[in-house]
């Protein structure tokens, strides 16, 4: 990978620091589709119930350097962009396969039944939704070294 | 058998015009239809074959009974194209009542949208009992031309891509029992080729060089079967499994994973949708995998 992608930008989400309102949800459903039915939201909010832990885990697009989705995608649908480094879906190249929905380990690309084609996070353009609204500062904008970092110590236990 | 004593009749039940050329354009065949005993007759009452393109709307519904009243059996019916046999394009619009074997029994479909001509001679000639020289060669889907499509079952993936972008719904996927079942309904298909082109696996092609006339609409299908995955964790099929095997390999052509992280993308890949997302554990395992992943690129 080129120089370039240590200084792109992502989104992390840090459990830590958040409280469950869903207010990312609410937001991102609503910017992408005008409706509040979270179950169009590109990123998703999971609680452990059953537990009772009071912990958070969320359901957000990585913008992977080497994304699963855009190898898997056999129409050229997704893409990531160079500069950016941005993983989206054209939806007027998407032919419904779904490979993106099931090889991507979180299954971040959904298949949306109206537009028949699969819909993901598209990082609102430059300026998240969720993380405009997200009063706790859960979920950032910071660059992939600062996400790698953070994601090393969540996820892997490497400080 | 009706042999050399065939009286067509031809009525337009509410047809865009497309599979009336087409009947048309069988003249230009020259196939002798005198010699033959085939005639073109201008009543009902004359006629012993009725001959119909189009679905059935609200005007032609009464009209339709009453000519095939007037029809003196033994009398057959022939429906050509796709709104003759499910109303094709039309599906949906306020003015239609049906297909037309919710009014008449219908004796043969010719499948397409349109047939071609070659195909319509074909098949009447097949139906009535007639004998044509070289007509198998007629048949012949030419060089650039596109018939039903046919699916193969070796090569099909069954990932569904074909039916969502199917704009005449004419593939069906069925998913009950441990098998997927892609299914290619010739009665609706309009011929345009996208099921081919969006094809992930090469596994549709649309030159068919059978005969495309059916008794039994339902019976005009090309299938194809696919074993479906089963979760890891729930146990419910959810994917099919040659699509997974598919994905993976073009993702091994394309990115060199460490054997750990490819091992987690394995188990990932069998796991459905809903367990991923089952609680925050899975997610979890899903956002390790892909970190681990990333620390490989640094």
């Not at chain 2, 009014?103 to 009447?124: E, F, K, N, S, T």
């Not at chain 2, 499994?241 to 993308?265: C, N, V, Y």
């Amino acid at each position: 990978m080129g120089d370039n992608s240590q200084n792109q930008k992502v989104i992390v989400y840090e459990p830590e620091l958040c409280t469950g309102c869903r207010h990312c949800e609410i937001v991102c459903a609503f910017k992408h589709y005008s409706s509040v039915d979270l179950n169009k939201s590109y990123i998703s909010i999971l609680f452990n119930g059953d537990e009772g832990t009071g912990a958070f885990e969320a359901v957000n697009c990585q913008h992977c350097e080497e994304p699963i989705c855009v190898n898997a995608c056999p129409s050229g649908a997704l893409g990531k962009d160079e500069g950016t480094g941005w993983v989206t879906v054209n939806p007027l190249k998407c032919i419904g396969c779904q490979m993106c929905v099931y090889m991507c380990p979180l299954s971040v690309p959904f298949f949306d039944e109206e537009r028949k084609a699969a819909a993901k996070c598209d990082f609102c353009g430059g300026d998240p939704e969720c993380v405009k609204h997200c009063s706790p500062a859960a979920l950032r904008v910071v660059t992939r070294e600062e996400a790698l970092q953070l994601n090393k110590r969540l996820y892997l236990g490497i400080r | 058998m009706i042999t050399n004593d065939i009286r067509i009749f031809r009525f337009d039940a509410s047809s865009c015009n497309g599979c009336d050329i087409e009947v048309l354009a069988i003249l230009t065949l020259g196939l002798p239809l005198d010699e033959l005993g085939v005639k073109i007759v201008d009543t009902p009452q004359e006629a012993n074959t009725l001959v119909i393109t189009g679905g059935v709307n609200i005007k032609s519904e009464p009209e339709l009974e009453e000519i095939y009243e007037l029809i003196e059996p033994p009398r057959r019916v022939i429906a050509i194209g796709s709104c003759a046999a499910t109303m094709g394009i039309f599906k949906g619009s306020y003015s239609m009542i049906g297909p037309i074997d919710e009014i008449v029994p219908v004796d043969l479909y010719i499948m397409g949208c349109p047939p071609r001509p070659q195909v319509i001679a074909g098949a009447l000639a097949d139906a009535l009992g007639l004998d044509i020289e070289g007509m198998e060669s007629l048949l012949e889907t030419p060089e650039g031309f596109r018939a039903e499509p046919v699916v193969s079952s070796i090569k099909c993936i069954g990932c569904a891509a074909c039916m969502h972008s199917c704009p005449a719904g004419a593939i069906e996927i069925d998913n009950t029992g441990a098998d997927r079942v892609v299914k290619f309904t010739h009665k609706d298909c309009i011929f345009c080729a996208t099921c081919e082109e969006v094809c992930p696996s090469e596994a549709v092609e649309l030159t068919y060089k059978d005969k495309s006339w059916f008794e039994d609409k339902e019976a005009a299908i090309s299938e194809a079967t696919v074993e479906l995955k089963k979760c890891l964790l729930c146990g419910l099929p959810f994917v099919s499994s040659r699509q997974i095997d598919w994905a993976m390999k073009k993702i091994e052509e394309k990115l060199r994973i460490p054997k750990e992280a490819h091992d987690r993308l394995l188990w990932s890949s069998s796991i459905c949708t809903d367990c991923r997302r089952k609680g925050i554990n899975e997610v979890k395992e899903a956002k390790k995998t892909l970190a681990s992943i990333a620390i490989r690129t640094q």
